[in-house]
């Protein structure tokens, strides 16, 4: 028996990459699953196609599991709600939703256009919003269930070219964690996961030099699609049930849990403070604990395990 042996589960972005490695083993595990995926580009900007969806759900059934495929898209709340009760009418239930779907486009922060920002926000944190909403008051009344949600290093450490994505995924932490809060007493779990993996997605970022050109080839051998995928079922399970409120990196074959906001220095004036004290006593005293500006290649300099 696999880890999720009679559990209905939703995975989004199904039919390529993550998700869709996430869709294959959660089959393997033992649950029935549904498979979204809009089948739009990596921009968001085409109607989609319902075939990869379909392809992956089709790949399961060939392998004597249970799927059904969903090409809707995460950012129409009424189509979630639809998703939900696909999983309902075809397998009688939902027990998890896993969310790595997503879209980027990348530029400089000084030359990003408003539909640029609005379509990364829409997808990620909306997309979040609405997969967590759809099915919180399910889970709520079941007490039990599971959200999966996807960040990112982008948003936790820092990306050049990446403002829009960065927001969305530091937004998607800030609701994984109320969620799960909130959650608690019913047995309403939500982790984040931020992957480091070789997908379309990561495949579409610009190399510009050597140093680049070494880090997607590590990215690519070293960092794959279906090592994320192992967390992200696992974290679905029951034997799970006291992980939650979580954030977790998957690095090759390491799993990296991050820390969350908490104070790392605090400095007082019983007097108060004005701009001149603040600027001459606070700064140069919190200045050794400040976080320097290095991307995540700064904090994750070695090769992957």
Same mark, same amino acid.
């Given at each position: 028996?696999?880890?999720? $042996? ?8 199904? &039919?390529?990459?993550?998700? !869709? ?7 393997? +595990? ?17 109607? /989609?196609?319902?075939?990869?969806? +379909? !392809? ?25 709600? &639809? ?24 530029? #400089? ?27 919180? $008051?399910?889970?709520?009344?079941? %007490? !039990? &269930?599971?959200?999966?949600?996807? @960040? ?16 969305a995924k530091m937004g998607i932490v800030g609701l994984? =964690?109320?969620?799960?809060? $909130? ?25 510009? *030099? $050597? ?6 080839? =590590?990215? !690519?051998?070293? #960092? ?19 992980? @939650? /409120? ?29 701009? %001149? @004290?603040?600027? *001459? ?21 070695? *090769?992957?395990?």
């Amino acid at each position: 028996m696999g880890v999720l $042996e009679g559990k209905v589960v939703l995975v989004t972005g199904g &039919g390529n990459g993550i998700g !869709k490695e996430t869709a294959l083993l959660a089959a393997r +595990e033992g649950a029935k699953v549904v498979v979204n995926d809009l089948g739009g580009g990596l921009s968001g900007g085409d109607e /989609g196609d319902a075939g990869p969806a +379909e !392809k992956v759900a089709a790949e399961i059934r060939a392998a004597g599991g249970e799927a059904v495929s969903n090409s809707e898209s995460v950012t129409d709340m009424k189509a979630v709600e &639809g998703m939900i009760e696909q999983a309902k009418d075809s397998f009688g239930g939902l027990d998890a939703i896993i969310n790595p779907a997503g879209i980027l486009r990348d530029t #400089m922060f000084h030359k990003m256009s408003e539909s640029d920002w609005d379509a990364v926000i829409e997808v990620h944190l909306r997309g979040s919003f609405n997969v967590t909403r759809a099915a919180v $008051e399910l889970f709520r009344e079941q %007490e !039990k &269930g599971a959200f999966v949600l996807f @960040t990112s290093t982008s948003g936790l450490i820092g990306n050049i070219g990446q403002a829009n994505y960065a927001a969305a995924k530091m937004g998607i932490v800030g609701l994984s =964690r109320i969620v799960a809060m $909130e959650g608690e007493r019913k047995n309403v779990r939500s982790n984040v996961i931020a992957p480091f993996a070789w997908t379309r997605m990561i495949a579409s970022i610009p190399v510009k *030099d $050597e140093a680049g050109a070494q880090r997607v080839e =590590r990215m !690519k051998n070293g #960092m794959r699609a279906d090592q994320v995928a192992q967390l992200a079922v696992a974290l679905c399970a029951d034997k799970a049930k006291d992980v @939650t /409120g979580q954030i977790f990196g998957v690095r090759g074959n390491e799993v990296v849990l991050f820390d969350q906001p908490r104070p790392v220095k605090s400095v007082a004036r019983l007097e108060g403070w004005n701009p %001149e @004290t603040l600027l *001459d006593q606070c700064m140069p005293a919190m200045k050794a604990d400040f976080t320097d500006l290095g991307a995540t290649a700064s904090v994750f300099p070695y *090769d992957p395990i």
